[in-house]
């Protein structure tokens, strides 16, 4: 269910809009945003080892495999690390579900939380200096109070995150998150080592600019998809594509648009990660007005069967969401669109 919005005004800090938001809903316990809090506080660690990538020995391979089989970067695994330890110290967080890590972490046995991330989207950019991000979702721990969490914990229905987001580390650091009262942006200045209120309450524009795929793999695409990349051609929006999720997202976020990734013959499944990569921007997206889905359902009403199980993703504004979906002859209700 959607809380009221919280209004502050631009320049507000990140702690400033979190403790306001706490008495402002009456919904959120204190442990929330101490979580919020314990990922910006990583991310700042981890912003700064970006920014020194290329100065220090920390860029390529470190000649391991994350969960997914992939080659690991240095970076990947720090940012894996930073994250961990700063949730660890938090104490509100009971488990982290990780990209670089084959299984659950537990952290905080009493922790009330759950938390899915991908510590280092895009990775492949780093050695080029092209933008990458952070992604995470957050979820309220089930019945396993006081023990390991189970696996109810960490596998729950899409709808029952309490806050998702990203950090995108590029020109300038953003955080951006929801808790289900609008999609908020912050934007981090190093001097004061804060981060800002820049966007507030964003919305997705409902005239799209941009579409967001790798044509690359057109050739595996389905023909509804294929035909759905022609229309946006003749459409004349303009094509972008990163390599980063996190980058692509965040542009059409701002600007309007759609990012696809569809199940192709190589991943018949899908590539990217349902829990830590699709559904906290699904989570994102609903809350600033666009839709998301696998190309069969709503992605958040997607049950997940695995931790780092796969999904197709087509994500962004909604009339462009619907047009591919009906493109590719798979007609989904979208319950986001609002």
């Not at 005239?207 to 998809?225: K, R």
């Not at 648009?257 to 829990?275: A, E, I, M, N």
């Not at 047009?323 to 979208?334: C, D, N, Q």
Request: net charge negative.
């Amino acid at each position: 269910m959607e809380q009221s919005r919280i209004a502050l005004p631009i320049g507000s800090t990140l702690d400033r809009f979190l403790k306001k938001s706490v008495t402002g809903t009456g919904n959120f316990a204190g442990g929330l945003q101490q979580v919020l809090l314990d990922i910006a506080l990583a991310s700042k660690v981890v912003r700064r080892e970006v920014n020194k990538a290329g100065l220090v020995d920390i860029n390529g391979l470190n000649g391991l495999e994350n969960a997914g089989g992939e080659q690991q970067k240095t970076l990947d695994m720090l940012a894996h690390i930073r994250f961990s330890r700063a949730l660890l110290k938090g104490g509100e967080v009971c488990a982290l579900v990780s990209e670089e890590a084959p299984e659950p972490e537990i952290l905080n046995r009493v922790g009330a939380y759950v938390v899915a991330m991908d510590p280092l989207d895009g990775s492949g950019n780093i050695d080029v200096n092209l933008p990458i991000g952070t992604i995470f979702s957050i979820y309220r721990r089930g019945t396993s109070e006081n023990m390991d969490p189970a696996a109810a914990d960490l596998l729950q229905d899409g709808r029952q995150q309490v806050a998702a987001g990203y950090i995108l580390y590029g020109v300038s650091t953003m955080f951006v998150f929801s808790m289900g009262n609008g999609v908020q942006g912050f934007t981090y200045e190093p001097s004061l080592g804060e981060f800002f209120l820049s966007h507030p309450d964003i919305r997705i524009p409902e005239d799209p600019a941009y579409y967001s795929v790798n044509e690359s793999l057109a050739d595996n695409f389905q023909p509804g998809i294929q035909q759905f990349i022609q229309y946006c051609r003749e459409r004349r929006f303009n094509a972008r594509y990163a390599g980063s999720l996190v980058a692509d997202f965040h542009r059409n976020l701002l600007k309007g648009g759609v990012y696809l990734y569809p199940d192709t013959d190589h991943y018949p499944k899908g590539k990217l990660r349902l829990l830590y990569e699709c559904r906290p921007l699904a989570y994102l997206v609903e809350q600033a007005g666009g839709a998301a889905t696998d190309g069969r359902m709503d992605l958040l009403d997607v049950l997940p069967q695995s931790i780092h199980q796969r999904s197709p993703l087509i994500i962004g504004s909604p009339e462009l969401v619907k047009h591919a979906t009906a493109w590719a002859g798979k007609p989904v209700i979208l319950r986001g669109i609002y």
